[in-house]
């Protein structure tokens, strides 16, 4: 920058033939006060500023997509010239993401993982974090990587959503129409087929996903009760003696244990997940926001009337994947302004 | 207990209208409606406009940055001179008939799109492309040519000018599309398209700058390219005489922008007295937009009184067209020059155009907009300086006078549901890859 600026600054000079000029700037880029007062004092150095002026001199920082420029516009008897420089623009700096205030309320949240592609779903695996993608299982252990690479035999539906299941040392990753089993140690393990076999929704509870779709078919198979055939959906959670599926018409429907419908809920979002906790089981789901809009994760009492058990837990973008994991859950969110994906493990904070 | 508590949530929330779900489903038609009027689905065709990039994909495509990113290819490299380039073909794409997308497949479409380069298949999923000479703007020249039908929608009818269908491409690399399909009209008017997403009957549609109130309201959103139509006075190309010349001059320093910009267009986009935007070469505002009647009137005094007059056409299907015209006819007679304002009148002086901006690349665009009105080439370069200075001298002699940048709107109802923006593009093409339908059975 301070280059162009006094490259342009003398080649101005040399155009009013080193005559006393009067001097505005504007700035129509990206920069900073401090770089346009930076490259006023460059000019100023190098034009003579005192009365009476011979020429007028317009300076303009301007920007396209690649570059900054400077463009001179000088007007001396009448006469115009405009003279350029440019220098190419650097990456913008990413910000780092916001940070949430610390919950006071049911949920707490903890960031486990940050990465730039879209995260489906994370678990803890004894002192290991498990990091569900498109394309591989990454397994994290304080300073270790391994991962586990997912063969795509086809290509993935839009808005693709996975689910990370573990047990001691087996794990099973389900992405859509793929299911892929495999163990965390001695090393990271995966075997990866084509499958239409359910996935776990909760335990005892297994749903068909469409393998080319981002939703649950319908078909699930609960115990006790057995297989039964509902609406599609996106995400559901066990309800103490009710069920709630989080369907295609933007409402979550509830479900008695004998499978007769009791009813809706609206304002919520499609990612609902149950959680328990020491003082009573939760269910939490995401608000019905849009994909561009940040979003919220609210825990409710489903033995009372919906009302919110605290305050939200507010993320800096949409949430763009919930899962029940036992004891807690997990989301996942996109920032809005880096694009990055955040995982987070929501722990049920009680007696606050 | 708790079952009837659920039971009352439900009977206080069913009679609610449903809230909006976060999540994107799959499934319904979209209808669209616009302008042009193509005769033919030709992806190399001018008017083939956003149609081309529901169908068709190339090799690398520009980001909103204009920097080349990998799309039918994922990688790329050059020899140290820039004569010999190496693609590596994305595996696993298919073409529209169900063929692999193959580097042998690849190659006579990419040499019918580069004469003057050699293009050979040297794997399954590599080719290369050779010159004698340098290709520094290679990637450039392959993100607008050599298109290839792996696209996220197929075409299943094309009525000349009047329709065109689309259904989603099951097999599309990056995702079956939510769409099941889109149906667009073709030829349709601006009022005509504005009252048919009124009325529910269309989906998506363009919206003239003065209708963009009236289109924003119940629940719709509007969506907005960059500005990338120019709207120009261009006269034709003849040997001028010093009264025309003093013509020409006279008019361009009548025109009174910011007037028009204000109430015609209301203030979408942006004045101009350069070919390209501000956004695109980034001194645009150099080129002074502001009238000079005393200055007009000098010169008109100079050309005999009986040559003090222009005919100037317009084509009726521009946006604002007919009221540009006749202001500029009145701002001309501001300064003494009378102008006849008739419709595509082929005997015309001069005619009200619109130029669309096809390529992030100044220097390309440049030489696209030169190419448009039948200026002289430019000389290709991408210094600034440089480039000032070709479009300096396009300028100069007033063939051509440029008026306004305006960005391609659209009216979208609210039914559409945006996945990942955008929409539309900086250059005005469709990414309906991304839109859904709410309240679509999946």
Known sequence: ???????????????????????????????????????????????????????????????????????????????????????????????????????????????????????????????????????????????????????????????????????????????????????????????????????????????????????????????????RDLPPFYSAAPAGDAWVFAAVDGRAHVYTRAWESAGVIDQWGSDIAAIQSPCGARVVATRPTGLTEPDAIQAYDFAVPPTPAGPALEFSGPITALWSAGNSATAVSRDLQTGRYAAFILAPHCGS | MRLSSWLLIAVLSATARGGAATRPRYGGTLRVEMRAAPAALDPAAADAGPLRSLVYETLVRLDDAGVPQPCLALSWQHDAAVRRWQFNLRPAVKLHDGAPLTAAAVAPSLQAALPAATVAATGDTTLTIRANHPLPGLLLDLAHNGWLDTGPFRSTAFEPARRAAFAANEDYWGGRPFLDAIEVQLGRGLRDQLADLELGKADVVEIAPADLRRASGGGREIWSSADINLIALAFAPAPGSGDASRLREALALSIDRAAMHTVLLQRQGEVSAALLPQWISGYAFAFPTTPDLPRARALLSAVPPAARTLTLAYDPSLRAARSLAERIAVNARDAGLAVQVSVQNPRADVRLMEIRLASL??????????????????????????????????????????????????????????????????????????????????
């Open chain 1, 1 to 227: 920058m301070g280059g162009a600026a006094r490259d342009l600054a003398r080649t101005v000079a040399i155009a009013v033939a080193h005559d006393p000029v009067t001097l505005t700037v504007r700035n129509l880029s990206a920069l900073s006060a401090a770089d346009t007062a930076e490259i006023r004092r460059v000019f100023e150095s190098e034009l003579k500023t005192a009365p009476p002026p011979a020429a007028e001199v317009q300076l303009t920082i301007s920007e396209n997509l690649a570059q900054f420029l400077l463009v001179a516009e000088i007007h001396r008897q009448g006469d115009r010239q405009v003279l350029l420089e440019s220098w190419p623009r650097t990456p913008a700096l990413s910000a780092d993401a916001p940070k949430g205030q610390p919950p006071r309320v049911a949920l707490e949240k903890k960031l486990v993982w940050e990465q730039d592609l879209p995260i489906l779903d994370v678990a803890q695996a004894g002192d290991a974090l498990l990091v569900l993608d498109a394309t591989r299982v990454l397994m994290v252990r304080g300073a270790e990587r391994q991962s586990a690479p997912i063969p795509a035999t086809r290509p993935w539906p839009r808005d693709l959503r996975g689910r990370l299941t573990v047990g001691d040392t087996a794990l099973t990753a389900y992405l859509p129409g793929v299911i892929c089993r495999g163990s965390t140690a001695p090393q990271l393990a995966l075997v990866c087929r084509d499958s239409q076999d359910p996935w776990l929704l909760a335990p005892g509870a297994i749903a068909l996903f469409a393998p080319d779709r981002n939703l649950f078919s319908g078909h699930l198979d609960v115990e006790p009760g057995g297989a």
């Open chain 2, 361 to 442: 690349d100044p220097a390309q665009a440049l030489g696209e907009v030169a190419a448009a009105l039948d200026l002289q080439a430019p000389e290709a370069s991408a210094a600034p300086a440089a480039l000032y200075e070709s479009e300096r001298q396009l300028l100069d002699g007033f063939r051509v006078i440029p008026l306004f940048q305006l960005p391609v709107l659209y009216g979208a109802a609210s039914r559409v549901r945006v996945y990942a923006p955008p929409p539309v593009t900086r250059l005005g093409d469709w990414r309906f890859d991304n839109l859904w339908l709410s309240g679509t059975a999946p």
